[in-house]
C-alpha cells in the first residue's frame, strides 16, 4: 500500500553534506514538519547556511537518508554550492573558517556548511 503524499502545508527540510573524499554530496537528516524545525534550528546553532528552495527541497526528499544525491542533481547542488562560496570570499575575503564538509539543502572543498528549506505554504 502507497502511503498518501505529504501535507504540502507542513514544513520540510533537507539536511546535505559533502565532503571531497566522497564521491558525491549525501543527503543526511531529513523530514517534515517537528522534524523539519528542528533540523533548520540545529543548522542555525551551528551557523550552517539555510537556503529555502522548495523545488530542491522537493527532489532531495525523494533521495534515500545517508545515500548519496543522484547525478540528475548535481548541477543543482553545485549550483548552490558555488553561491555558497562566493557569499563566503565575497571582496576576496573568506567570511568564515573553511568547513571540512557541507551539511545542507545542501561545497566543494573548503566550502561551508548548507541547509535547504521548504517553508510551508501560506
Known sequence: MKSPPPDPNRPSAVAVTYDPADSAPRVVAKGYGTLAETIVRTAREHNLYVHESPELVGLLMQVDLDAHIPPRLYVAIAEL???????DTEGDVVRREPAPAVRTAAA??????AASVRPPDA
Not at 554550492?81 to 557569499?87: E, G, R
Not at 566543494?108 to 556548511?113: H, L, N, Q, R, V
Open 81 to 87: 554550492l558555488a553561491w555558497l562560496y562566493a557569499l
Open 108 to 113: 566543494p572543498g573548503s566550502i561551508p556548511p
